[in-house]
């Protein structure tokens, strides 16, 4: 759904005044600017605070307003009001509703499903090669990288999308019933969306929770209806942020890899005339600010990973859960029928040039990981 | 070697006069501020300036000064004249000489042979994982990194360091011989400087080049050398650097993995008293600028290395070179040589506290690392 009506006219109160800034540093003195004030949403809410994911927005607009000195302040709306899907992110940001959106790229149009390679792929790329794909350029000379250019030259879009966040390599989720082999997904209910869910729901005849009559779950009742046995299974992130949704308390095995999201990266969309306005130091605080962000939260994960993995081995040595990594049958056919997937996908001109481009990167760049893996 | 007299007056002329900026943004206003100015200086001299490493330095600076729209100027001593070492540069920044210097930990003295755990440690972490090390603090309060805090606390060294670049994993080098058994290392004379050149000085009999007649070699001399078998193998970096240096062309074995240094990276250190002097939103978009700049090297070698192992593989075919995996012997003796490097050194209080700090975070870490892998 659109955003509201009110916040139609930020970009012109906004950025209007700004353009005193761009006539630069003389000799130290910036006389008569006004502040630039933008607004972002977020397609996490109040009720995801407790997770790594969560800080992104607020870590970036606190960085960018101190390296401005309060000269470019980004608000987040906490407007819990309403349900903003990524997808109504990605278009208001776009139409320029909202100079920018905090994102990850769970979208319905079939159209944007390409974008997905700027976020997680089953069988993609570790974290390690996903930033170098996410910096990527096909001429070392452009300004964007490849995937910021897929947004405007083959979607018409108006945006430009920040790396701005990354969980690492996820797990596989929670289940409360063994999966030996493929057939024992057959009718399980599960939460997980993306391409990872497609796969599942086409070809492993799983059901999705969006399927469900309640639709999609909310993040803070997964893990009550996996309790309550509604679903039987549940992806989520990773061993620190599914601690802090408790699901450990509410099933038992807990599987890896999460091959369907070996390196999920998230951005901050960015409406393209909001930012054509910007005065270009600040443009650099900004796409600074993202990629640090981006490398911090990484770093994090993996840490706060590491920890949690330590305490889920003890709950595994007093018989409390089980950690079980998905059988070879299983991941030799999920690799098959991803491959399926993107093929089927590829009938779509602009689809089949962006996972030509990625597969000749992830070919290369794998090659160069094993080579050099000790 | 010390700096000339003549850049000792630096921060006292470039930092003094910055109080001002400090009392913030009113209302976009920044009145009677003047620049401040630093200088830096590199390890990395013109003869260095093919290899991506060399870039770290200008993009800094040039970030820096884009984001102060020229408010902070760091200028890069290019003095070539001058063999400015590693551990001089340490010392340089630490006592006040020069404001900062991008360095890499190549020392000599044993006391700052535990900096090395910030650096590159035999069989040490992956490249994502020393990022997560890197920024690594041992209580989330503290402003400093656990690496950053030795510096001052355990070294007395005056100094922060800022990870400002990462190579990646590295290549195990070129060798004019083939190499099986740990045997065929005796009396090879070898360009490799740090702790792999330690334990195959120590363990493995070979003969640094630090120690032939000529002393270290010259970036610029090493394929020279090489093809006069002067020396009989050189590590550089990785495909990518190697081959600007041209060692493709003098040596016909390229071995991996580079287990002595899995995820090489490299500071700027700055000087404590000059930090402290910098406006707030100077230190903010200093820090940012560097780990900007850590994550877009280490994506740019990513890429690059995996595109030059397409053209190795191809020189391979033709029969110019071959690619060589070191032998499981001698990976297994050089790994249980560097545990016994490492346990020497810790006779020494401070690096016995690093490493075992080190020690358990590699175990979590890798335990993590090894379970999501796909």
Same mark, same amino acid.
């Given at each position: 759904?659109?955003?509201?009506?009110?916040?139609?006219?930020?970009?012109?109160?906004?950025?209007?005044?700004?353009?005193?800034?761009?006539?630069?540093?003389?000799?130290?003195?910036?006389?008569?600017?006004?502040?630039?004030?933008?607004?972002?949403?977020?397609?996490?809410?109040?009720?995801?605070?407790?997770?790594?994911?969560?800080?992104?927005?607020?870590?970036?607009?606190?960085?960018?307003?101190?390296?401005?000195?309060?000269?470019?302040?980004?608000?987040?709306?906490?407007?819990?009001?309403?349900?903003?899907?990524?997808?109504?992110? &990605?278009?208001?940001?776009?139409?320029?509703?909202?100079?920018?959106?905090?994102?990850?790229?769970?979208?319905?149009?079939?159209?944007?499903?390409?974008?997905?390679?700027?976020?997680?792929?089953?069988?993609?790329?570790?974290?390690?090669?996903?930033?170098?794909?996410?910096?990527?350029?096909?001429?070392?000379?452009?300004?964007?990288?490849?995937?910021?250019? $897929?947004?405007?030259?083959?979607?018409?879009?108006?945006?430009?999308?920040?790396?701005?966040?990354?969980?690492?390599?996820?797990?596989?989720?929670?289940?409360?019933?063994?999966?030996?082999?493929?057939?024992?997904?057959?009718?399980?209910?599960?939460?997980?969306?993306?391409?990872?869910?497609?796969?599942?729901?086409?070809?492993?005849?799983?059901?999705?929770?969006?399927?469900?009559?309640?639709?999609? $779950?909310?993040?803070?009742?997964?893990?009550?209806?996996?309790?309550?046995?509604?679903?039987?299974?549940?992806?989520?992130?990773?061993?620190?942020?599914?601690?802090?949704?408790?699901?450990?308390?509410?099933?038992?095995?807990?599987?890896?890899?999460?091959?369907?999201?070996?390196?999920?990266?998230?951005?901050?969309?960015?409406?393209?005339?909001?930012?054509?306005?910007?005065?270009?130091?600040?443009?650099?605080?900004?796409?600074?600010?993202?990629?640090?962000?981006?490398?911090?939260? &990484?770093?994090?994960?993996?840490?706060?990973?590491?920890?949690?993995?330590?305490?889920?081995?003890?709950?595994?040595?007093?018989?409390?859960?089980?950690?079980?990594?998905?059988?070879?049958? $299983?991941?030799?056919?999920?690799?098959?029928?991803?491959?399926?997937?993107?093929?089927?996908?590829?009938?779509?001109?602009?689809?089949?040039?962006?996972?030509?481009?990625?597969?000749?990167?992830?070919?290369?760049?794998?090659?160069?990981?094993? &080579?050099?893996?000790?």
């Amino acid at each position: 759904m659109p955003l509201s009506p009110s916040r139609r006219n930020f970009i012109s109160t906004g950025v209007g005044t700004s353009v005193g800034l761009t006539t630069g540093w003389l000799v130290g003195q910036n006389v008569n600017l006004s502040p630039i004030n933008w607004k972002m949403v977020s397609f996490l809410k109040e009720n995801a605070q407790k997770f790594i994911l969560y800080k992104a927005p607020q870590m970036i607009c606190d960085r960018v307003r101190e390296m401005t000195q309060g000269g470019f302040n980004i608000e987040i709306d906490k407007n819990d009001n309403q349900k903003i899907d990524t997808q109504d992110i &990605l278009k208001n940001v776009s139409n320029g509703n909202i100079q920018c959106g905090y994102s990850g790229i769970y979208y319905n149009d079939e159209r944007y499903k390409v974008l997905f390679f700027g976020c997680a792929i089953p069988f993609g790329l570790t974290p390690q090669e996903q930033t170098a794909w996410l910096l990527y350029k096909k001429n070392p000379d452009d300004v964007l990288t490849f995937i910021q250019q $897929i947004y405007s030259t083959k979607l018409n879009l108006n945006v430009i999308p920040f790396p701005a966040a990354a969980t690492g390599g996820q797990m596989g989720g929670w289940f409360n019933r063994e999966v030996n082999t493929v057939t024992d997904f057959k009718g399980i209910k599960m939460r997980i969306p993306g391409l990872g869910g497609e796969v599942l729901q086409k070809y492993f005849e799983v059901t999705l929770d969006k399927e469900l009559p309640g639709g999609a $779950i909310p993040i803070d009742q997964i893990a009550d209806e996996l309790k309550q046995d509604n679903i039987n299974a549940a992806e989520w992130v990773g061993p620190y942020d599914d601690f802090q949704l408790g699901l450990h308390n509410v099933a038992k095995y807990y599987y890896y890899p999460g091959w369907w999201e070996p390196s999920t990266t998230f951005d901050i969309l960015v409406n393209r005339n909001a930012w054509e306005k910007l005065p270009k130091e600040y443009q650099r605080i900004f796409q600074t600010a993202c990629l640090e962000t981006y490398t911090k939260l &990484l770093a994090e994960y993996d840490t706060k990973n590491s920890e949690k993995l330590q305490e889920l081995r003890r709950l595994e040595k007093i018989g409390k859960i089980r950690l079980v990594r998905f059988s070879n049958e $299983i991941l030799q056919v999920a690799q098959k029928k991803t491959d399926e997937l993107l093929t089927l996908y590829s009938s779509n001109a602009t689809f089949k040039e962006v996972y030509d481009e990625w597969s000749s990167f992830k070919i290369k760049i794998r090659d160069w990981s094993n &080579l050099n893996k000790i």
